[in-house]
T-cell receptor, first 117, second 114 residues
């Protein structure tokens, strides 16, 4: 069965600190996609990044970076120089290539990040 | 703004009642998804439609049903409501429903069953 684990339930940092959100996934499939979504206090889910299982290149987008390691089944997310506006719940999700009931987004429980001024 | 519109934003009802949640996908998107977010279960996939046809089914209760209309909007019907159905219900859309697509989520409908 497929599963996504975000072991950190809540993280609190002070503005300008770097913070890493962990994500570990489980699947026996070789083709899959990994996603990160952000849920700010307003409640909507905002897409941040998609990565396919064959692309292990790390990605950087401004203050955000993602580290994908198939060897450890991890897809970690780092925010550099955090800001108060980064306060949100962050979800990691897995989606299998072959679709069906398991081929839709399987979300982790989320990590609530609080950035204090 | 994701372009996905959900109405109503909030819904308060009583046990045993029936409600309908509505979703309009992003312009041009053919696939619609419904997710439920609750404190104990987290975000769970309910059902997916593509161009009016059901494509995939997740953990959707028999008391719940959905459909996608010819104009591509979708409705999620919840009946015989129980206290445990209180949750945030999200609709999402994507262009063709293939598994590599990112989903664009609406702002959700907060359902409170009293």
């Amino acid at each position: 069965a497929q599963k996504v684990t975000q072991a950190q339930t809540e993280i609190s940092v002070v503005e300008k600190e770097d913070v890493t959100l962990d994500c570990v996934y489980e699947t026996r499939d070789t083709t899959y996609y990994l996603f990160w979504y952000k849920q700010p206090p307003s409640g909507e889910l905002v897409f941040l990044i998609r990565r396919n299982s064959f692309d292990e290149q790390n990605e950087i987008s401004g203050r955000y970076s993602w580290n994908f390691q198939k060897s450890t089944s991890s897809f970690n997310f780092t925010i550099t120089a955090s800001q108060v506006v980064d306060s949100a719940v962050y979800f990691c999700a897995l989606r299998l290539y072959y679709g069906g009931s398991q081929g839709n987004l399987i979300f982790g429980k989320g990590t609530k990040l609080s950035v204090k001024p | 703004d994701s372009g996905v519109t959900q109405t109503p934003k909030h819904l308060i009802t009583a046990t045993g009642q029936r409600v309908t949640l509505r979703c309009s996908p992003r312009s041009g998107d053919l696939s619609v998804y419904w997710y439920q977010q609750s404190l104990d279960q987290g975000l769970q996939f309910l059902i997916q439609y593509y161009n009016g046809e059901e494509r995939a089914k997740g953990n959707i209760l028999e008391r719940f049903s959905a459909q996608q209309f010819p104009d591509l909007h979708s409705e999620l019907n919840l009946s015989s409501l129980e206290l445990g159905d209180s949750a945030l219900y999200f609709c999402a859309s994507s262009a063709t429903g293939t598994t590599n697509e990112k989903l664009f989520f609406g702002s959700g409908t907060q359902l409170s069953v009293l």
